[in-house]
């Protein structure tokens, strides 16, 4: 091997490592992202687009906005809802449908969100919850309305006035009397058989 060749090889290989050392120097000092769970537990907040599992929130008077119309059930690909309900009187006499209890099965549910979708209340979402291991399946069937809970009560609406009434329309110019109107000129029309004067 000649020197030139010796050399060369050896400061190729020396650069290399710096580049190495480069990247490692780098990366040394950039901030982390990896979490340390589950060290940082109580500090450890998951993105708001997490979903973890459905719940229903429910208001501080213990009412929740389901009104049992089951589309989310209809919409849920593998059975994971099962919504229960019972139809009752209303003070006007009419029949109402009302929530007695709504299933969730956690174990199923494979998160896709079209129960959320279809829900025409915005009645359920997804909490950002992750740590949903137990023991025995039968716990990752939840029952997402509590106990006592209703669905709120909607205010009626009041009903919009009616338009105010439009201004009436001008009235119509009155047409001209007869003996107003001018008469046109008659048109003398010379009579033929009438002599001309020279
Ligand atoms: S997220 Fe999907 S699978 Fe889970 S309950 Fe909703 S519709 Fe069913
Ligand atoms: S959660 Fe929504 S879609 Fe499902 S039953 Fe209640 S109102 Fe209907």
């Given amino acids: 091997m000649s020197n030139n060749n010796y050399f060369s090889g050896l400061f190729s290989g020396i650069k290399s490592l710096l580049v190495g050392l480069g990247v490692t120097m780098k990366e040394f000092f950039t901030r982390k992202i990896t979490e340390q769970y589950p060290e940082n537990r109580k500090e450890l907040k998951m993105f708001d687009r997490f979903r973890g599992r459905l719940v229903m929130p429910h208001n501080e008077n213990n009412e929740h906005k389901c009104i049992g119309c089951g589309l989310c059930q209809m919409a849920c690909p593998n059975g994971s809802i099962t919504v229960t309900t019972e139809m009752l009187d ?109």
């Fill in 90 to 198: 209303t003070e006007d006499g009419k029949k109402k449908r009302s929530l007695v209890k709504y299933e969730y099965d956690l174990g199923c549910c494979m998160f896709c969100e079209l129960c959320i979708t279809a829900c025409p209340q915005g009645a359920i979402e997804f909490c950002t919850d992750f740590e949903n291991a137990v023991f025995d399946r039968s716990k990752l069937v939840q029952q997402l309305n509590k106990p006592g809970s209703k669905a709120v009560e909607k205010k009626p609406v009041p009903k919009p006035a009616a338009p105010a009434a439009k201004p009436a329309a001008p009235a119509a110019q009155p047409a001209p009397k007869a003996t107003e109107v001018a008469a046109p000129a008659e048109k003398k029309e010379s009579n033929p058989e009438t002599p001309t004067t020279v």
